[in-house]
């Protein structure tokens, strides 16, 4: 089993759908939890961070925590077209130097 | 821009030959990290250096090599190369080490190698 799981499947939705993408982690030490975005031909760039379980929202941005399932979301309201990327899942454990990310998830939002 | 700068930014180059990806992190960040994105793996994280001293290591075949020098950039080294090893590499830099300091990595623009 793969540290952080991810589904890659591509994900194309109208402009103004909810977009929900979530990854599955089987280390229990993880408590740092992060959705980078990444924009084609770009390197990723810091989405949402959060620590340990609980609900963070950032404007049309909301991540999900819930240790006890393994289990990260991220939902974007009211997509818009410039949402189109792909978006990954990255965890890290206290004092740990690196980052275990997910495959990523191709998201296209259709004008 | 991410203030970290990645040369070159593509590399074509024949199966044994040697290259050199060079990354420099941006201003103030001591700790440097490779990742190799391919489409069916992932990014998957290769080794870590912070301020001039190897850190972490990760999936980092031994024909890979890198090091950060004293002025804080790094250079990964990939040697006798292989079809394979045709992907993305990424370097990112963060002003510490190890969570939650380095949740926040800030990534440059990627160095594409093609393996003919």
């Known amino acids: 089993q793969k540290e952080v799981e991810q589904d890659p499947g591509p994900l194309s939705v109208p402009e103004g759908a909810i977009v929900s993408l979530n990854c599955t982690y089987s280390?229990?030490?993880?408590?740092?939890f992060m959705w980078y975005r990444q924009y084609s031909r770009k390197g990723p760039e810091l989405l949402m961070y959060?620590?340990?379980?609980g609900n963070k929202e950032d404007g049309r941005f909301t991540a999900q925590v819930d240790k006890s399932s393994k289990y990260i979301s991220l939902f974007i309201r009211d997509s818009q077209p410039s949402d189109s990327a792909t978006y990954l899942c990255a965890m890290s454990a206290r004092g740990n130097n690196r980052l275990a990310f997910g495959k990523g998830n191709q998201v296209v939002v259709i004008p | 821009d991410s203030g970290v700068t990645q040369t070159p930014k593509h590399l074509i180059t024949a199966t044994g030959q040697r290259v050199t990806l060079r990354c420099s992190p941006r201003s103030g960040d001591l700790s440097v990290y490779w990742y190799q994105q391919s489409l069916d793996q992932g990014l998957q994280f290769l080794i870590q250096?912070?301020?001039?001293?190897?850190?972490a290591k990760g999936n980092i075949l031994e024909r890979f090599s890198a090091q950060q020098f004293p002025d804080l950039h790094s250079e990964l080294n990939l040697s006798s190369l292989e079809l394979g090893d045709s992907a993305l590499y990424f370097c990112?830099?963060?002003?510490?080490?190890?969570?939650?300091?380095?949740?926040?990595?800030?990534f440059g623009q990627g160095t594409r190698l093609t393996v003919v």
């Open positions: 250096y912070y301020n001039g001293e190897e850190r």
């Open positions: 280390n229990s030490a993880f408590q740092y």
């Open positions: 959060t620590y340990s379980s």
């Open positions: 990112a830099s963060t002003r510490g080490q190890g969570a939650p300091l380095n949740t926040e990595a800030f």
